[in-house]
């Protein structure tokens, strides 16, 4: 009896691996990316100057003038505002300092949260034709906004969004941060994401280049006031405005903030995990049951039984799971070697999504910036 279960659930999590391979938008590929090309062009001071860098920052006094010194490092006339989202540290200083227009926010009203409604208030204070949505931590290389807003230009996109290279400077960022970038790929592949007719709409919240127009004529931010997944969510509804949109990879927007140990990592995935799934119960069930067999059951059957058809199905899932993770690790100079991880890797972020899950059954959406969002069932 125990064989024949473990025969089903490896055959399902092998069927799962091969059809996540073999999908013809594959979701697993690298190819879609902007990487900055500053050595090629010319970019005077005169270029960047109809883009307004909109900055939320929370307690951000260890990244901000990183940040903005690599926003500065892009063209002398890029305008730069950022909104202090009523931090204790310093810093509203240092953004003074690194010469941005500095916006003292509020608190949020009832139902906003607090990112959201920072840049709402900064969303006021804009007149260039694009704006340039930034997290505080990003570091951006000298040419990648010039290569986002040609990719805008030459495409006629509303907007283009650039999935930020994570950190990966010790054992816990190698092991998950990658993984991050495959797991979100894969939950919105970004081939059906940069087709106007998808349904599927994604962006990466550290870096998203959106003209103004495209902003104030989809209501934002004020229609995704309380999203999580705020990102996601304004692309959603600049694609449902019949506009296009582009996200993909890049080598030349960096976050520096670090991930020393694997707790900051695990309270970043659980904040929003859940919400992935909707709060559904039924979906979390439904990811348990895939994710189990796709990251257990199928690359270890062969530890159940001697049977060759067990063995054969475990060598196809590893085969398969090698296959879609290998393009992440070459794309960010990873060992292969990394691949013999992925079980590992796949069984944590299912118990973060857990995490995530009891949280929210407890009353509490998600916690941020030392912001509390209740649950819906609690509102």
């Not at 393009?327 to 079980?343: A, K, V």
Request: with cysteine.
């Amino acid at each position: 009896m125990l064989v024949e279960l473990v025969l089903y659930l490896s055959i399902f999590g092998t069927f799962c691996w091969w059809m996540l391979a073999l999908f013809p938008w594959r979701p697993w590929s690298t190819c879609e990316k902007i990487e900055a090309l500053a050595h090629e062009k010319v970019i005077s001071s005169e270029t960047l100057s109809d883009i307004t860098v909109l900055i939320p920052a929370r307690n951000e006094g260890p990244y901000i003038g990183h940040t903005l010194r690599g926003v500065r490092a892009q063209g002398e006339n890029v305008h730069v505002i950022v909104i202090d989202d009523q931090s204790v540290d310093d810093t509203a200083e240092q953004a003074r300092q690194c010469g941005a227009q500095v916006l003292s926010g509020t608190a949020p009203p009832a139902g906003w949260s607090g990112k959201l409604w920072a840049l709402e208030q900064g969303l006021r204070e804009i007149k260039t034709h694009y704006t340039l949505l930034l997290d505080a931590d990003i570091e951006l290389t000298p040419g990648i906004i010039f290569e986002l807003r040609q990719k805008a230009c030459n495409e006629n996109l509303a907007l283009v969004s650039l999935m930020a290279k994570p950190p990966m400077d010790n054992f816990v960022e190698c092991l998950l941060m990658p993984a991050f970038i495959f797991f979100f790929k894969l939950l919105y592949p970004f081939g059906l994401a940069n087709k106007l007719g998808s349904r599927v709409a994604a962006a990466a919240g550290g870096c998203i280049l959106v003209k103004t127009q495209a902003l104030r004529s989809t209501g934002a931010f004020a229609n995704l006031h309380d999203a999580l997944i705020d990102d996601c969510t304004l692309a959603a509804h600049i694609k449902c405005a019949g506009l296009r949109t582009f996200i993909g990879l890049s080598h030349g927007a960096r976050s520096h903030r670090g991930y020393h140990k694997l707790k900051p990592i695990w309270e970043m995935v659980a904040r929003t995990a859940y919400t992935q799934l909707k709060y559904s119960p039924i979906l979390l069930i439904i990811c348990t049951l895939i994710m189990i067999s796709m990251f257990l059951v199928a690359p270890f059957a062969f530890m159940f039984s001697s049977h060759l058809e067990i063995y054969l199905v475990s060598i196809l899932a590893w085969a398969a799971m090698f296959f879609t993770y290998l393009p992440t690790l070459i794309y960010y100079q990873r060992s292969p070697l990394w691949g013999i991880t992925l079980p590992i890797i796949g069984i944590l972020y299912l118990a973060m999504t857990w995490t995530s899950a009891l949280r929210y059954w407890r009353g509490e959406r998600a916690l941020w910036k030392d912001r509390r969002y209740e649950s819906k069932t609690n509102t």
